[in-house]
């Protein structure tokens, strides 16, 4: 698949200005950031793409080159003098300077960039504040409750900041250095040539500095495991797949960072009476053929407890009657669903002779034929 022209991967046109390519890469930098979007795919690839179009376009040489060729002049054994020819040139351009190694500065050159979006250092004798992961909670909860909302207490693991060192990982009062294994970048190349890359460093596990004397209580994590009873709210209205947020209650954040946030995954065991569809509830209720046929007031369930439905003379088997605002809580706004009863009427199935009778001599007084209009 072709790639994207990079000046439109940052929304810019051809012989922009460097501080306009700067400001246009900081913007959606800031907007698709995965700190921003957590466990959103779409925005992790559209900052890959923001990211590899900044680190062409950033970079004088390898915009120059990208001006003239596009794309193929960075793939393994473009020949630059070949492609000028193609163009209709006559003699080798002048490359003087260019490096050619399209993927070795990795993201290098981003520190400053992240350094104003986020507030952060990437080099230097010092362990980045990292906001801690989230976690996912699955909860299985009754019908009723995913419909009136519900408060308990779970209890789950999860990691907190470690008292002994206060979570900077280190005994207190030791002196931390650059990594040297990665000179305090927190980053190590691999590979060689268009195919070296960069990854983060085993040894500061990318934090650019390193201690001889880590913490012994939580062996210079920062953070320690501990069971933790939370008090959770669930809103009327959850359906199962709903994510219901608790701020701050996901894992610790090392070095001064945040917390996660803990995400609470329901599931709405099934009710052997209501049905839920979207915000609205379904039932069906039996009744007797005197009810159906001269009319009546019955008694209906519903969530609220149970209400009074007049049924009209001639109620037909399987005709729907609603109960406004019956239904489930809107979860993201006010008002509720409704409530749809479906009539059910019920035959007996013995009869006495008596009633048997009763129901020919019926049939005599008021004859009519259900299927006259079949043909």
């Not at 990079?6 to 900081?26: C, D, F, N, P, T």
């Not at 990437?122 to 990292?130: A, E, F, L, S, V």
């Not at 996660?260 to 065991?269: A, E, M, P, S």
């Not at 009657?321 to 009427?345: C, M, T």
């Amino acid at each position: 698949m072709a790639k994207k022209d990079y000046y439109e991967v940052l929304g810019l046109k051809k012989g922009v200005s460097e501080s306009e390519i700067k400001k246009a890469y900081r913007k959606l930098a800031r907007k698709h950031h995965p700190d921003v979007n957590p466990g959103d795919k779409k925005a992790e690839e559209r900052f890959k793409e923001i990211s590899e179009a900044y680190e062409v376009l950033s970079d004088t040489e390898k915009r120059k080159k990208y001006d003239l060729y596009g794309n193929q002049s960075f793939q393994s054994g473009f020949d630059p003098f070949k492609a000028y020819q193609r163009r209709g040139g006559s003699q080798r351009p002048d490359f003087q300077g260019a490096n050619y190694d399209t993927f070795g500065r990795g993201f290098e050159g981003f520190g400053d960039i992240f350094s104003d979006l986020f507030g952060q250092r990437q080099r230097g004798d010092q362990r980045i504040p990292t906001k801690g992961a989230d976690i996912q909670y699955s909860m299985e909860i009754s019908f009723e409750d995913a419909i009136k909302g519900l408060s308990t207490d779970i209890t789950l693991q999860r990691t907190s900041v470690c008292e002994q060192c206060s979570g900077s990982g280190v005994v207190h009062g030791s002196q931390s250095r650059i990594c040297p294994e990665c000179s305090g970048s927190g980053q190590k190349k691999a590979g060689k040539g268009p195919f070296s890359f960069s990854q983060t460093c085993s040894r500061c596990k990318g934090s650019g500095s390193w201690n001889q004397n880590p913490c012994k209580k939580c062996s210079g994590a920062g953070v320690i495991p501990k069971i933790e009873k939370i008090g959770i709210k669930i809103p009327p209205g959850v359906d199962t797949g709903s994510k219901v947020r608790i701020a701050g209650k996901g894992e610790a954040g090392k070095y001064g960072g945040h917390c996660g946030d803990l995400y609470i995954i329901t599931k709405v065991r099934s009710h052997p009476f209501f049905e839920r569809k979207g915000d609205n509830i379904y039932c069906v209720i039996p009744v007797t053929v005197t009810e159906a046929a001269l009319g009546n007031q019955i008694i209906v369930p519903t969530v609220d407890g149970n209400v009074t439905m007049k049924i009209p003379e001639g109620t037909q088997s399987s005709q729907v009657f609603r109960l406004a605002k019956k239904g489930v809580p809107k979860l993201k706004e006010n008002g509720r669903g409704d409530q749809f009863v479906e009539v059910k009427i019920v035959i007996p199935k013995k009869l006495d002779e008596r009633s048997k009778q009763l129901l020919r001599d019926f049939e005599r007084l008021n004859y009519y034929n259900p299927r006259s209009n079949l043909g």
